[in-house]
């Protein structure tokens, strides 16, 4: 009985790797799309694993802790630079930054307006009972 | 075309289902099919596991492989998949526990905990507090879209199932495991009469069809190589050829024996699993160059163990120890390059995010 | 040295044209004022090389020599290989000679022109490509000469190149002497393809084309397109609309190139190609009825042209007809000899007459200050002695005075004329020749003396402009007065004379200023006047010039193809009494009635004027000769140039701005992948990446 092939771990990196890569190709959410960029390092460390442990060689291991300790660095000043994206336009959407097209196109927006939730009905009020107090408005309020 | 479709359909089929699980299930602004895509991309899933599970193993590693594969496929599926970005962040955390067990099938315990602590730890509960700082309303406009979808997993897919199909071609190993087989039996016969009815000797016939079939399926052999394997021919008297005949059997035996770890060894290099340099002489492997810090280092990969035919495995037991000497000795520059980097990019980040001069516009 | 010219013979088209590449390039900056000497150093080299060569040839050598081969055109050898027999060395002697000599007056008459080392490189060019070409052994050297002469004429007619009327009369004249050179191209390749010896490496070698000519079926079509080729170099009709216009150029040129050399080319042409002339007794004919024709019409026009220098330009186009007369009337063995050394002879005396003439036309025209219309002076003989004395020399020998030198050599071309009409075919067609010849003679005679008289004779007038220091840019003032308008008065002249010196300086006018040219003008007037008056009774009457190119060039040890043409035993020379004492009697007739009419009733000539008013416009409009052409062939070609501007300008810069829009198009095509979105270009990058692996993997 052989152990579990080579084959097998590398087709479950290729396959981890791939769905990171859609998911990156595909979201719009900044950090989401970063997760997924991780994922694709997640893949490669299963394959770097894999091999270390099939040629018996300590290098795949030692490579994949340099790969985590990248990965919080990169984790780190992304998240720096999202932050600072983020407080510009507000939103984490990664189509909001097109600034570097061509400057005769047109940006790409979106078609079609997310349903508005419904609204909620309104709360039930009391009638009024009694006399309106006269109010005397007072400076610096913001209600 | 059709030629590679029969070849690859194992992976093809899983590659083509998880493609319309994706598509269907990916987030849209009037709803996603995520019923259809979850029960698509389970079937694919299970095809997939299916394919991976077929293979001659110790009955644990193989549940334990394929339990973690499935859980961090299907924590994959649900990251890319999931309008709700804690979800999503969450079921990462999902698959790197999954890759860690798998980390551990592979003799790596210091990197699974270390993964553990660090990623899943520290690093995915940072991006949970910057989710939770920017995105308090829950989901957004762009959570609920996706770029072009269609085109995203075709792009994904076929890279996919290119890197699967090239895998598989590279480590198809079925071909040649019953020559394999019949080598490590070879390797324990008693005597020749024994030798001659494993490998199906035909003494009338010219050549041994055992080495043809071989030499077809392993066509990177050196000559060097083949006048090995001939003596085979030789020993086994076949083609009636009698010059040996006054050579003891005893010896003859022994030849053919290690004659017969040298074709596993041999066919084991080829399906790239291992690189053993055996030396013939004593049966014994010997390692090329010893590493003056012990525990293994690419010099001394492990061999066939003669007794049992089986490949010797030597990942030494002390990883944490063997890590950190490799670490400190042969890999000491990439980690002062890492600690560099590692300062460089807190300061980086405390400089960036901490900008409060520019902020709205 | 006087036995074989074949060392230095090369010398004499190679001096002259280092000369002129040493002026061009050494002139502008270093040798500004002394650019003559180069060139003048080379013409008189090349003379006394010419000497040299003539002396061999009468010592009896006849021969070539190849000097170098300059390609080889599959089994054609095209080399440069010169020739030395009496023809050439006749023609060798006429041009360095005469060429020196007009080197030597242009030094004077040029002065301080701005661009005068650029006019004696032209010159020395000039002299370089008109002694190849009459030197040269096969057909393709004698095109390039020929070639050569064209450039440096509209080079020399353009000299004054910021006149339009100078640019414009170059570009006629070399574009209608490129008519007559097509014709000489397609001659010379039907002599060479249907010649019996056309696969020889020397089959456009003359030797060669005469020895074959009897060969050749297309011998008739290709000597009627040498005569074309002839026609269009010396100006007969209708080729000749060029060289009045070409008078446009400074004076030293029309005497060099349009009286003495170049328009001799075709002459020479025609002498040297006998042999085959010989064989065509038809084209003979067409030869001499045009020539006879040309020189009638010529004499016509020149009696009512206002301008000395366009007289003397026609009178040219007439002595050019007499000359194809001769050659035309060579048609019998009996009359070879004596017609082709008529025709050379007339060649040698007119060189030096006319360019006497137009030398001294020069002279006058630098006196009076540019000017050149007749009838803006008059009576000059008292202001410019020397002028006078050499004009009236160079008068009379064109007018065929008795014992002057036009005297003998027309008489040897009628003689010549009358005897084709005794012995050759279409006799009768000659004998009408002749009487055409005859008139035209006297006609000669009238108009040269006409202009003699208007100039020299009667009230003396000077113009202004004689005696302002008129400044050295001479171009612009003369060239107007050709009698191109119809016959009305010319007071546009007038303005035009005082407008034509604005650039003069306007001081006080110093009448008492010596008129006349400096010597070193009037020094080559006065050796051309000498040679003009003596050199005709010296070699013709004699015998000598006809002997000379009989023994060293007809009947020479290597000459091929006169073998046949010629009667077996030499003709003794003998005078033609009856002819010299009528041709005697009608030049001095002519005097007289020039005499008559313009200096003892100058009336006379407007009563008749007036009278044959229609007459007298056609002549002096030159017969409308210009305008026809005009509406001829130059309104086509202009409307022609229109469409191909029209398909330029539309169609093919169209295309070319297309070919331009292309990338710019596939830009436009291109240009929507950068949108912006980092996804889009990583979508872009995974799709790549996945092509390439399947690429592999289908493999």
């Known amino acids: 009985m052989t152990p579990v092939s080579l084959e097998s771990y590398l087709l479950v990196g290729a396959a981890l790797f791939t769905l990171g890569l859609v998911g990156f190709l595909t979201r719009r959410n900044l950090i989401i799309m970063f997760l997924c960029a991780e994922m694709m390092l997640q893949g490669v460390a299963i394959n770097l694993v894999a091999f270390a442990r099939y040629r018996g060689n300590m290098g795949g291991q030692v490579l994949t802790l340099f790969i985590i300790a990248v990965a919080a660095c990169e984790a780190a000043i992304s998240l720096a630079l999202i932050l600072v994206l983020f407080k510009r336009r507000k939103s984490l959407d990664v189509s909001l930054w097109q600034d570097l097209r061509e400057p005769d196109q047109d940006p790409i927006e979106d078609e079609e307006p997310l349903p508005t939730p419904p609204r909620a009905a309104p709360l039930p009020t009391l009638p009024v009972a009694g006399r309106e107090p006269v109010s005397v408005p007072k400076e610096n309020s913001h209600v | ?361 | 040295m006087f036995d074989d010219p074949r060392p230095y013979l090369w010398l004499i088209p190679a001096l002259p044209f280092l000369g002129a590449v040493l002026a061009a390039f050494l002139g502008p900056r270093y040798l500004k004022d002394k650019s003559h000497w180069p060139v003048l150093l080379g013409s008189v080299g090349a003379c006394f090389f010419a000497v040299l060569t003539a002396i061999s040839v009468g010592n009896g050598f006849v021969g070539a020599k190849v000097y170098y081969t300059w390609f080889s055109l599959g089994n054609l050898d095209v080399t440069f290989a010169l020739r030395a027999d009496a023809l050439t060395a006749v023609m060798l002697l006429t041009v360095t000679f005469i060429g020196s000599l007009i080197v030597i007056f242009a030094i004077g008459y040029m002065h301080g022109d701005p661009g005068y080392p650029r006019f004696f490189a032209a010159v020395g060019l000039f002299l370089a490509a008109m002694t190849l070409l009459v030197s040269a052994d096969n057909f393709i050297l004698l095109y390039a000469g020929w070639e050569g002469v064209g450039v440096c004429s509209y080079l020399l007619i353009g000299f004054w190149y910021h006149k339009p009327s100078a640019a414009a009369a170059a570009r006629k004249a070399f574009l209608v002497t490129r008519l007559g050179d097509i014709g000489l191209f397609i001659g010379i390749v039907l002599l060479w393809l249907h010649g019996p010896h056309s696969h020889s490496p020397h089959s456009l070698d003359m030797d060669t084309v005469f020895a074959g000519a009897a060969g050749n079926v297309w011998l008739g079509v290709a000597c009627f397109c040498l005569f074309v080729g002839a026609a269009g170099k010396s100006a007969q009709f209708p080729l000749h609309v060029w060289l009045p216009d070409a008078m446009e150029g400074p004076t030293p040129v029309s005497a060099l190139i349009h009286a003495a050399t170049m328009v001799t080319a075709g002459v020479y042409l025609l002498a040297r190609c006998t042999p085959l002339f010989v064989l065509v007794p038809e084209v003979q004919l067409i030869v001499a009825v045009v020539a006879a024709f040309t020189s009638l019409l010529a004499a016509l026009i020149a009696l009512t042209q206002t301008d000395l220098k366009k007289v003397m330009a026609y009178s040219t186009i007439s002595q050019l007809g007499y000359m194809f007369l001769a050659l035309g009337s060579a048609n019998h063995p009996k009359l070879v000899v004596l017609a082709v050394s008529a025709a050379i002879f007339h060649l040698f005396t007119h060189a030096f007459f006319k360019a006497l003439l137009f030398l001294a036309s020069g002279s006058v025209m630098h006196a009076m200050g540019n000017i050149i219309d007749m009838r803006r002076f008059g009576g000059l003989r008292k202001v410019l002695p020397t002028t006078h004395w050499t004009f009236l020399c160079g008068a009379a020998a064109l007018a065929g005075i008795p014992f002057l030198s036009g005297f003998w050599s027309k008489d040897d071309i009628v003689a010549a004329t009358l005897g084709a009409s005794h012995y050759g075919m279409f006799g009768s067609v000659y004998h009408g020749l002749f009487i055409i010849a005859m008139i035209t003679a006297g006609l000669t005679a009238f108009y040269t003396f006409r202009a003699y008289f208007l100039t020299f004779w009667g009230e003396t007038r000077v113009p202004d402009e004689a005696y302002m220091d008129h400044g050295h840019a001479h171009g612009d003032a003369h060239a107007d007065a050709h009698g191109h308008d119809a016959g009305h008065g010319h007071a546009a002249h007038a303005d035009h004379g005082v407008a034509a010196h604005a650039h003069g300086e306007s001081g006080p006018i110093d009448r008492s200023k010596k008129l006349e040219s400096p010597p070193m003008m009037l020094v080559p007037l006065m050796i051309l006047a000498v040679g003009a008056l003596f050199v005709g009774i010296a070699l013709g009457p004699t015998g000598l010039f006809a002997h000379f190119l009989e023994d060293h060039w007809m009947r020479g040890t290597g000459a091929t193809g006169f073998t046949g043409l010629l009667p077996f035993e030499k003709e003794a020379h003998h005078l033609h009494w009856d002819l010299m004492i009528l041709s005697g009697v009608i030049a001095l007739a002519g005097v007289g009635l020039a005499f008559f009419f313009y200096v003892k009733s100058p009336a006379v000539p407007a009563r008749i004027a007036r009278s044959a008013s229609g007459l007298y416009d056609l002549s002096r409009n030159l017969f409308y000769l210009d305008e026809i052409f005009a509406a001829l062939i130059v309104k086509p070609a202009a409307a022609l140039a229109q469409v191909m501007r029209v398909i330029d300008f539309y169609i093919v810069d169209g295309l070319v701005d297309l070919a331009g829009q292309v990338p710019t198009f596939i830009g436009f095509l291109v240009r929507p992948i950068q949108n912006g979105l980092v996804q889009f270009y990583a979508l872009l990058m995974a799709l790549g990446v996945g092509g390439f692996l399947l690429a592999i993997l289908l493999k």
């Open chain 2, 1 to 361: 075309m059709e030629r590679l479709i029969r070849e690859f359909w194992p992976m093809l089929l899983p590659t083509a289902l998880g493609f319309a699980a994706v598509y269907f299930a990916a987030p849209r602004v009037r709803g996603s099919k995520w019923a259809l895509g979850a029960m698509l991309g389970g079937g694919a899933l299970a095809v997939f596991i299916l394919r991976l599970g077929m293979m001659n193993a110790i009955w644990q590693e193989r549940m334990l492989f394929l339990i973690f594969s499935a859980v961090a496929l299907a924590g994959g599926f649900m990251l890319v998949t999931h309008k709700n970005p804690a979800y999503a962040a969450l079921s990462f955390t999902l698959v790197i526990i999954a890759s860690c067990g798998l980390f551990l099938l592979n003799g790596a315990p210091f990197l699974m905990a270390a993964t553990i602590i660090i990623y899943a730890g520290a690093i995915l509960v940072t991006f949970l507090f910057v989710l939770m700082l920017a995105q308090q309303a829950g989901i957004s406009d762009a959570d609920a879209r996706t770029r072009e979808p269609f085109l995203a997993c075709l792009a994904g897919f076929i890279l996919l199932g290119a890197l699967l199909s090239v895998i598989q071609r590279t480590y198809d190993q079925r071909k040649l495991q019953p020559f394999l087989e019949q080598a490590r039996r070879l390797m324990l016969a008693q005597d020749l009469t024994e030798a001659k009815a494993i490998l199906v000797v035909d003494e009338e016939a010219r050549s041994l069809k055992f080495l043809d079939d071989l030499y077809e399926l392993m066509p990177n052999l050196s000559d060097r190589d083949r006048d090995e394997m001939i003596n085979l021919e030789v020993y086994l008297a076949v083609g009636n050829l009698d010059e040996m005949s006054k050579i003891d059997e005893m010896r003859k035996i022994g030849e053919v024996r290690k004659i017969g770890e040298f074709i596993l060894n041999k066919g084991l290099e080829t399906g790239n699993l291992f690189q053993p340099p055996v030396d013939l002489s004593n049966g014994k492997s010997k390692p090329i160059a010893q590493s003056p810090f012990g525990g293994t280092s690419s010099a001394e990969p492990p061999a066939v163990d003669p007794k049992t035919g089986r490949p010797r495995e030597r990942l030494p037991a002390a990883n944490v120890d063997v890590i950190g000497r490799s670490l400190f000795t042969e890999y000491l520059i990439p980690v002062l390059g890492a600690a560099v980097l590692l300062l460089v990019a807190t300061i980086g980040a405390i400089v960036i995010a901490g900008r409060t001069g520019e902020v709205l516009r």
